[in-house]
């Protein structure tokens, strides 16, 4: 990494850092039964979560249940959250298990019904980001879309952050408690599988 990376990275980490802060405060309203800053903390939050879990469990069809069942779990917990600085590395553990729990008791499936416009609708965004703009048409989104539930969890959870979310490095590193030359040795290896799985199948 040149001088420019290093110097720009330390500053997105300084950010980091800020942000942090401020959302430790507002976990701490919480704590104390403020409804508007519990939720501020859903909405700012929904997106993420949803990401984590699609990430995890590469089902677009359990989404929005598995995302209901972290934010009940996270309000019935929040107490038990000792600094509020950590609340995205917790919340991303309840997230995690929470769609790991979801696809063990669910057989997995493959329905040609169900394609990348049911990611975005779970994701609760339209805006899809990055090589997920392949997937325009009925034929190319459900090639496009089992390619990404076949990809690892190490890799398919990163690649969700990165091109759904569009997360920095420095932001993925910080939920999945990675450095960041480790996420994008992921990603790279991310996009290698989905290249290589859908050659032939869709034209970027």
């Known amino acids: 990494m040149n001088r420019d990376g290093r110097r720009s990275l330390s500053n997105e980490m300084a950010s980091v850092s800020l942000d942090l802060e401020a959302l430790g405060h507002l976990v701490a309203e919480a704590q104390r039964g403020d409804r508007p800053a519990a939720d501020r903390l859903v909405r700012?939050?929904?997106?993420w979560v949803c990401s984590v879990?699609?990430?995890?469990?590469?089902?677009?069809?359990?989404?929005?249940?598995?995302?209901?069942?972290?934010?009940?779990?996270?309000?019935q917990r929040?107490?038990?959250?000792?600094?509020?600085?950590?609340?995205?590395?917790?919340?991303y553990t309840i997230a995690r298990n929470a769609a790991i729990d979801a696809g063990v008791a669910r057989k997995?499936?493959?329905?040609?019904?169900?394609?990348?416009?049911?990611?975005?609708?779970g994701l609760g965004d339209r805006?899809?980001?990055?090589?997920?703009?392949?997937?325009?048409?009925?034929?190319?989104?459900?090639?496009?879309?089992?390619a990404i539930e076949a990809l690892p969890a190490i890799y398919r959870e990163p690649f969700a952050l990165r091109h759904l979310e569009d997360w920095s490095y420095a932001r993925i590193g910080e939920a999945l408690g990675l450095p960041v030359e480790t996420v994008e040795t992921r990603l790279v290896r991310a996009r290698r599988l989905l290249r290589e799985s859908l050659k032939g199948k869709i034209e970027p």
Not at 108 to 121: C, E, I, Q, S, Y
């Open 78 to 91: 929040l107490d038990s959250l000792k600094d509020p600085r950590r609340l995205r590395s917790w919340l």
């Open 108 to 121: 997995r499936h493959r329905d040609a019904n169900v394609g990348l416009d049911a990611v975005k609708d």
């Open 44 to 47: 700012e939050h929904q997106r």
């Open 127 to 146: 805006r899809a980001p990055g090589p997920v703009r392949w997937a325009m048409g009925n034929e190319t989104h459900r090639a496009l879309l089992g």
């Open 53 to 75: 879990i699609y990430g995890v469990s590469g089902r677009p069809d359990l989404v929005e249940d598995v995302a209901q069942q972290v934010w009940t779990q996270v309000w």
